[in-house]
């Protein structure tokens, strides 16, 4: 079974500071790994994607996030917030051909100016 | 729209009552996901649709949900004898392919649910 932690179910910074959100994840499998971010009253979309290949993905918006495998992790990372990154974030999980996304609980990213 | 559409986006019901829950997923795309969303949690899967029929329904809770796709287009959850732990927000989303995985999910805003 597969099953994702995030770390943290607030996280607080100062506009122009790290975004740093942490998510581990378990599987059985290799996985395909996600970031997803849902703005107050929007739908949640897709901020970046790990499937094979390069283990440093970039997303939009200046999200980047990297696979390690040695420590299950799939961090995100913004070198320098804004106010608009303010928003709720959901790493997730699923494995190749799979069609069931696994999601972590979200962390709320909240933007101080 | 170009996007995918829920409706209701906000519906009240009385323990015991039928409810049913429409989603209309982006023009062409094949696959169709339902998650349900409780306060605090994320996402949690329900049933995949590939084309008209269900390819996956391992996350229904039990057998008072039901979705169905008739026509490969248009979904509908269905929910028999509400109860109060039903209440949450319901997700729908859909993508191109089959295999959400390497494909991108696009979501709906939800439906919320809530069961007095």
């Known amino acids: 079974a597969q099953s994702v932690t995030q770390l943290g179910s607030h996280v607080s910074v100062s506009e122009g500071a790290l975004v740093l959100l942490r998510c581990n994840y378990s599987?059985?499998?290799?996985?395909?790994l996600f970031w997803y971010v849902q703005y107050p009253n929007q739908g949640l979309q897709l901020l970046l994607k790990?499937?094979?290949?390069?283990?440093l993905v970039k997303g939009i918006n200046g999200f980047e996030a990297e696979f390690k495998k040695s420590e299950t992790s799939f961090h995100l990372t913004k070198p320098s917030a804004h106010m608009s990154d303010a928003a709720e974030y959901f790493c997730?999980?699923?494995?190749?051909?799979?069609?069931?996304?696994?999601f972590g609980a979200g962390t709320i990213l909240r933007v101080k100016s | 729209g170009a996007g995918v559409s829920q409706t209701p986006s906000n519906k009240v019901t009385e323990k015991g009552k039928y409810v049913e829950l429409r989603c209309d997923p982006i023009?062409?795309?094949?696959?169709l996901y339902w998650y349900r969303q409780s306060l605090g949690q994320g996402p949690e899967f329900l049933i995949y649709?590939?084309?008209?029929?269900?390819?996956?329904d391992s996350g229904l809770p039990n057998d008072r949900f039901f979705a169905v796709r008739p026509e490969g287009s248009v979904s509908t959850l269905k929910i028999q004898r509400t109860e109060r732990g039903d209440s949450a927000v319901y997700l729908c989303?859909?993508?191109?392919?089959?295999?959400?995985?390497?494909?991108?999910?696009?979501f709906g805003e939800g439906s919320r649910l809530t069961v007095l």
């Open positions: 599987s059985s499998v290799p996985p395909y």
């Open positions: 790990y499937t094979t290949g390069a283990t």
């Open positions: 649709f590939q084309g008209t029929g269900a390819a996956d």
């Open positions: 997730a999980v699923t494995m190749e051909y799979g069609n069931k996304l696994v």
């Open positions: 023009s062409g795309h094949t696959a």
């Open positions: 989303a859909s993508s191109l392919h089959a295999g959400g995985n390497t494909g991108e999910l696009f």
